[in-house]
């Protein structure tokens, strides 16, 4: 899932809206940046494969550290805690809601990636495999986008008007499309560079999205 997890993001700003929008995106693809790096430093290991599923080329064979069970909780609670100590008291409701969000990855792709996602170690692998149904699972990743961000639109309003904030859905839901379509990366590296680059791009424009929003 890439689209979908944003879903949660915007669904977690009503919740604590000290958070700003690009923290809360940052968090919720936090443990695809940490799968990036160590993609890139050979630590954790795919191959990509045309066609090995409708909705993914990656076989995503050995990531015990950022998509295990415990990895992505242990993930989630170093990222909230040092995230946390940048907020002023009261800091219990900002760390949870980081936790939560951070943690919503692991639960999301656990609907669509095959059993790939470890539950202790690089054993006992689970998923439901939504991706080898592209009919299904892009339907619903960019469903759980609009959903979340219908919860913001209504629960965090607009100083003038939501005109950029569903362009910013629109432009996401059309990124997603197109992965559909664009032929696979054509080597693992340069597919993690270019995924660190989509998140700090899609996080700095949540950042201006949410500057449009009231206080």
């Not at 669904?11 to 940490?34: G, H, N, S, T, Y």
């Not at 990531?63 to 009261?90: K, R, W």
């Not at 792709?109 to 495999?129: F, R």
Request: net charge neutral.
């Amino acid at each position: 899932m890439f689209i979908g997890h944003y879903g949660p993001a915007f669904a977690a700003k009503p919740l604590e809206r000290r958070i700003p929008l690009w923290l809360l995106f940052i968090a919720v693809q936090w443990m695809d940046v940490c799968w990036s790096v160590l993609v890139i430093l050979h630590v954790e290991k795919l191959r990509i494969i045309p066609g090995f599923t409708e909705g993914s080329p990656l076989d995503l064979y050995f990531m015990p550290f950022t998509h295990g069970l415990f990895g992505a909780l242990a993930l989630a609670i170093v990222f909230a805690g040092i995230a946390t100590l940048f907020f002023t008291t009261p800091r219990a409701k900002v760390f949870w809601v980081l936790v939560a969000a951070v943690f919503s990855h692991w639960l999301l792709d656990l609907v669509v990636h095959v059993p790939d996602l470890p539950l202790w170690q690089d054993t006992m692998k689970v998923g439901l495999g939504l991706w080898r149904w592209a009919w299904i699972s892009v339907p619903l990743e960019l469903a759980v986008m609009a959903g979340g961000a219908w919860l913001y639109v209504r629960m965090v309003p607009a100083r003038k008007s939501d005109f950029w904030l569903w362009l910013f859905v629109a432009a996401m839901s059309a990124l997603e499309i197109y992965n559909q379509f664009a032929p696979p990366p054509t080597d693992t590296t340069t597919m993690a560079v270019m995924a660190l680059v989509a998140y700090g791009v899609l996080a700095a424009l949540a950042a201006l999205v949410d500057r449009s929003r009231a206080a």
